[in-house]
């Protein structure tokens, strides 16, 4: 990326500019728009606890979604949304809701603060602390499944190299389209908000904290799956690549998907269905895992 000029940076981080089916503006907010449908039809049909809080902090909630079956000894989704930390809301990305809970998956999806009101290490904190909570709520739950999508597959390969193990949680990653190493981002409007430092994007840097700080798995049974849409731009498919690498140096299980035909929104809106490729891949790691 050090070789790119600051349009062309510019350019590879702008994900709605990589979409072909449709135009940028135009993909952003068919975005919104499915991600409001299907959070509506989530809350209308499933069991649900929404808004509930995990930590003191007004932006600190998330909305629980229950299969039919009463029981407290399921398997638990937890989804941290994208937005490029400075946009996007869990009351708008229940896009999987439907297809889980139909096959016995309990759903959270969860809330932080976004900028400007949050800066990159609280939200990191958050995010821990979430998934501290669902384990502490749930102690009977059949396994935790992180997943975070754009920014918040960034959030969840924080959790899954920093905070996990001291909150005595073992779950599995789906990590999709995610940005692993921030500092790239330092150069583009997309930290106008962010104000982040170079020092900021260090710290939070996933994938520096596997090459420096060499983070090893406490639970090297612990999978990853790294995804990227095939539609995403080159940067975004050499981040996922070599985050995945870096993590299999390290010693994690872990591995790389690219699904076809799907781009950086897409790989997202099409959780709403069950047939959907990654869908499957989420349902079969969950199923076959009890």
């Known amino acids: ?58 932006g600190e909630k998330m909305d629980i979604y229950f299969p ?3 029981s407290e000894a399921l398997p638990f989704f937890v989804f941290f949304h994208g937005g490029y930390w400075q946009s996007g809301s869990k009351d708008e990305s229940a896009f999987m809701v439907n297809p889980l809970t139909a096959q016995g998956v309990a759903v959270v999806i969860v809330a932080y603060d976004i900028a400007p009101k949050g800066t990159l290490d609280q939200m990191v904190d958050q995010v821990a602390r979430s998934v501290a909570f669902v384990e502490k709520r749930y102690p009977s739950n059949k396994g935790i499944y992180l997943c975070g999508h754009s920014a918040g597959a960034h959030l969840a390969a924080m959790v899954l190299l920093t905070n996990w193990t ?14 692993y190493d921030l500092q790239p981002l330092v150069f583009t409007s997309q930290n106008a908000p ?39 731009s080159p940067e975004f498919h050499r981040q996922s690549r070599e985050f995945q690498q870096a993590l299999c140096r390290g010693g994690w299980r872990a591995s790389f998907e690219e699904l076809r035909d799907v781009d ?12 959907d490729a990654l869908t499957q891949i989420i349902l079969k790691t969950i199923l076959q895992e009890f």
């Not at 503006?25 to 991600?35: D, F, S, W």
């Open 1 to 58: 990326w050090r070789k790119l000029s600051a349009e062309e940076l510019e350019n590879q981080y702008a994900p709605s500019r990589w979409v072909i089916r449709m135009g940028a503006e135009e993909a952003l907010r068919t975005y919104k728009q499915i991600g409001i449908e299907a959070t509506r039809k989530a809350r209308d049909t499933c069991r649900s606890q929404l808004h509930v809080p995990y930590g003191d902090g007004d």
């Open 264 to 275: 950086h929104f897409e790989i997202i809106e099409n959780l709403t269905q069950k047939e």
């Open 166 to 179: 001291k909150h005595g949680v073992t779950p599995n990653f789906f990590l999709v389209s995610g940005v």
């Open 194 to 232: 962010l104000l982040m430092t170079l020092e900021d994007a260090q710290r939070n840097s996933p994938q520096r904290h596997l090459e420096v700080a060499r983070a090893q798995p406490v639970d090297p049974a612990c999978p990853v799956l790294v995804a990227v849409g095939q539609h995403d």
């Open 68 to 70: 039919d079956q009463a």
